[in-house]
T-cell receptor
Framework: QKEVEQNSGPLSVPEGAIASLNCTYS??????FFWYRQYSGKSPELIMF????GDKEDGRFTAQLNKASQYVSLLIRDSQPSDSATYLCAGWNNNDMRFGAGTRLTVKP | DAGVTQSPTHLIKTRGQHVTLRCSPISGHKSVSWYQQVLGQGPQFIFQ???????GRGNFPDRFSARQFPNYSSELNVNALLLGDSALYLC????????????FGAGTRLSVL
């Protein structure tokens, strides 16, 4: 079992819709969680981080963390074609960060 | 302030050769981590260095080594290259080794032929 697993996708949503990205993790020692966006051929770009149970909102993005269920999600409201990218979920535990394989999102105009 | 800078941006090597990748952190960042990202996968942790000492190591063979210099820049060395070492190598830096956001450089694309 991988330490961080993401729904493999690809995920396709129409412009203006809500995109929902999910992630589960196996290491209960993970202290904080990150969502990165990665465009093809580019390096990961931090979107949000969360370390407390509940929701955290930043503009069109909402991250949700449920430590009891070992579940992290990212909601993107009013999706735009420019949101089309691979989204990486990562968990941080002391000295290293473990990434999922990523979910490819396509937002169709 | 300049972001995390990596060099070179692209590199082509043949099997058995050695390669050195370089990373300069954001000013004030003392922790450097290295990741390998194979096409279609998420980044895999290789090393973390803080104050010139290794703080963490991922599941990579001894052909991979790294070091950090007094100015907090870092080098990743890979010996006896294999075809499977072809990947995007990412450097990420943060102010402290834990409890802080890390920022990625643009990466070095290594192709082993």
């Amino acid at each position: 079992q991988k330490e961080v697993e993401q729904n493999s996708g690809p995920l396709s949503v129409p412009e203006g819709a809500i995109a929902s990205l999910n992630c589960t993790y196996s290491d209960r020692g993970s202290q904080s969680f990150f969502w990165y966006r990665q465009y093809s051929g580019k390096s990961p770009e931090l979107i949000m981080f969360i370390y407390s149970n509940g929701d955290k909102e930043d503009g069109r993005f909402t991250a949700q963390l449920n430590k009891a269920s070992q579940y992290v999600s990212l909601l993107i409201r009013d999706s735009q074609p420019s949101d089309s990218a691979t989204y990486l979920c990562a968990g941080w535990n002391n000295n290293d960060m473990r990434f999922g394989a990523g979910t490819r999102l396509t937002v169709k105009p | 302030d300049a972001g995390v800078t990596q060099s070179p941006t692209h590199l082509i090597k043949t099997r058995g050769q050695h390669v050195t990748l370089r990373c300069s952190p954001i000013s004030g960042h003392k922790s450097v981590s290295w990741y390998q990202q194979v096409l279609g996968q998420g980044p895999q942790f290789i090393f973390q260095y803080y104050e010139k000492e290794e703080r963490g190591r991922g599941n990579f063979p001894d052909r991979f080594s790294a070091r950090q210099f007094p100015n907090y820049s870092s080098e990743l060395n890979v010996n006896a290259l294999l075809l499977g070492d072809s990947a995007l190598y990412l450097c990420a830096t943060r102010r402290q080794p834990t409890g802080d956001i890390q920022y990625f450089g643009a990466g070095t694309r290594l192709s082993v032929l």
